[in-house]
């Protein structure tokens, strides 16, 4: 059975930072794609960054110099680093892993899901 755990939400003022967590367990976590969404109350589901199994990422617009996505495979543990959070962070984030040949971009080419942990940001 797959499963993904997030760990390090809370709550930040604006300016200050986190690190997310997603542990995993059920799959060969060296060989994933990677990837973390967000989810703000009212809005859909957006696209964070990604990790493919060989290290390359990529990063949504808005948050390109800001998160930071890596992994640790002999930990089977993905993390999102994040600096100079704003109010706009707000969201429940959550981790995603992909059977997918290739690093996707779109939500439904995810395969496993966590359950999320909520960042709050205070302005």
């Known amino acids: 059975q797959v499963q993904l755990l997030e760990s390090g939400g809370g709550l930040v003022q604006a300016g200050g930072s986190l690190r997310l967590s997603c542990g995993s367990s059920g799959i060969i976590f060296s060989t994933k794609h990677m990837a973390w969404y967000r989810q703000a109350p009212g809005k859909q589901r957006e696209l964070v960054a990604g990790?493919?199994?060989?290290?390359?990422?990529n990063y949504a617009d808005s948050v390109q110099g800001r998160f930071t996505i890596s992994r640790d495979n002999a930990k089977n543990t993905v993390y999102l680093q994040m600096n100079s959070l704003k109010p706009e962070d707000t969201a429940v984030y959550y981790c995603?892993?992909?059977?997918?040949?290739?690093?996707?971009?779109?939500?439904?080419?995810?395969?496993?899901w966590g359950q999320g942990t909520q960042v709050t940001v205070s302005s």
């Open positions: 990790i493919s199994s060989g290290g390359s990422t």
């Open positions: 995603a892993a992909t059977r997918q040949r290739q690093l996707p971009t779109r939500e439904y080419e995810y395969d496993y």
